[in-house]
């Protein structure tokens, strides 16, 4: 089964406007950790925000937010006021702390985004 | 300060040529990961170590690939003999303890073309 689902292999959004990225999880854990990276056409990896599974508060970076709703298993990253700029593959990643790997990322397959002018 | 520094940044070779892949992580972080990037599989680990020492190599391929990492501040990752299907890009990464939470704080690739 796949550990970390991104259903949207692309999306559009206009300039200006808020989009949602979506991303579906899988562990027995109790503990672990979330993440979001954005990779643009340059080809490096940034690290955007970051969510614990104990974190009562959803996590928030600037204009990055990340919609946690542990019951789903979901942790979808919202980015407001859109920018060109944010035109990027965007990734959601896991760290299962009980796995024996427990210091390595899984990482979900991406989604395009394209912010339209 | 230097983030992680990978060499060479693009790589192209023939099949059956020893490539040797470079990186340097940040000064401090107490892991270093591996990944390899393709089109059909996406990123995937290879290697990590913790403190200079592989802690899960289960990713590696097969016997063609191997890692090191003498000692804080350098690894390698070498194919021998390489093949076309190991053209991807290849991501080092490096990362402090922290929790639950401490990012991967990726280079910035080595892209492999083996023809």
């Known amino acids: 089964a796949q550990k970390i689902t991104q259903t949207q292999p692309g999306m559009f959004v206009q300039e200006k406007e808020a989009v949602t990225l979506d991303c579906t999880y899988d562990t027995s854990d109790q503990s672990y950790g979330l993440f979001w990276y954005k990779q643009p056409s340059s080809g490096e990896m940034i690290f955007l925000i970051y969510?614990?599974?104990?974190?009562?508060q959803n996590a928030t970076e600037g204009r990055y937010s990340l919609n946690f709703q542990k019951a789903r298993k979901s942790a979808n990253l919202v980015i407001s006021a859109s920018q060109l700029g944010d035109s990027a593959m965007y990734f959601c990643?896991?760290?299962?702390?009980?796995?024996?790997?427990?210091?390595?990322?899984?990482f979900g397959s991406g989604t395009q985004l394209t912010v339209l002018p | 300060d230097a983030g992680v520094i990978q060499s060479p940044r693009h790589e192209v070779t023939e099949m059956g040529q020893e490539v040797t892949l470079r990186c340097k992580p940040i000064?401090?972080?107490?892991?270093l990961f591996w990944y390899r990037q393709t089109m059909m599989r996406g990123l995937e680990l290879l290697i990590y170590?913790?403190?200079?020492?592989?802690?899960?190599d289960s990713g590696m391929p097969e016997d063609r690939f191997s890692a090191k990492m003498p000692n804080a501040s350098f690894s390698t990752l070498k194919i021998q003999p390489s093949e076309p299907r190991d053209s991807a890009v290849y991501f080092c990464a490096s990362s402090p303890y922290r929790g639950l939470g401490g990012e991967l704080f990726f280079g910035e690739g080595s892209r492999l073309t083996v023809l």
């Open positions: 000064s401090g972080h107490d892991y």
């Open positions: 990643a896991m760290r299962e702390i009980s796995s024996g790997s427990a210091r390595q990322l899984t």
């Open positions: 969510q614990g599974s104990y974190d009562e």
């Open positions: 170590f913790n403190n200079n020492v592989p802690i899960d």
